[in-house]
């Protein structure tokens, strides 16, 4: 298998932190540079999107979480979703809070700060929307564990990517105590760090940012 991703996206992000906690044996490349107008990546991913899944068999899959959902199908173990339904549905609930009411939010806000004609009535509407996920997503995770069930789970593979993408919103924003009130999601950059996988993820996404930071200056 062979995962299209960067070191940045995370949504690619999430995968391979699946990929490492499994120990799969997927080849991980970058996408060609031209990636969002080449025919040939289009004819892997129509979506036109980071990450895409190739199989051995030359079937393509993309969407971060379906990938996922197929890894865990197709390598069960370290099974990443808990044993009871009860407890998967706990483990899914977080994975849909921090897609749907914090992610969603995040990704807009760093291209509405980004511009030149900044709207800053949208931007304070986006943050007060994201304040409002944050504060969802704090009342689900457990405070300095994993996110659920005291184990790694698919939830904690979502939400490593998500929490550093939450710090980088802070650095490019400013806004520095945008996670004060969210103690849980605060402390969860340390849960992610101490987790070999999850670790590995993070500093490639550290690595990532660094050599965007520096290319945006050269
Ligand atoms: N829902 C998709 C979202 C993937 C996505 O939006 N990836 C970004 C990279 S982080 C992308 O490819 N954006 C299109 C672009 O940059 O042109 C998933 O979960 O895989």
Redesign the pocket.
Known sequence: MKLYS?PL????A?VRGAIYAKKLPVEIAAPPSDW?TSTTYRALNP?????VLVLDNGTSI????VIVDYLEETHPNPPLLPETAEERAQVRVIVSVADHYVMQEIMPLFFLLDTQDRDDSEIETSFAKLAKGLGHLDRLIDANSYATGGRLTAADIWLTPVRFTLDGLMGFSGRTTLLDDYKAVAGYAKVAQRDPALGRVWQEMTDGLAAMMKSRKA
Do not use: F, K, T
């Not at 993309?62 to 979480?65: A, V």
């Open positions: 960067l996206s995370p949504y690619a999430r969002r979506l036109v999107r980071i990450p993309p969407e971060s979480g």
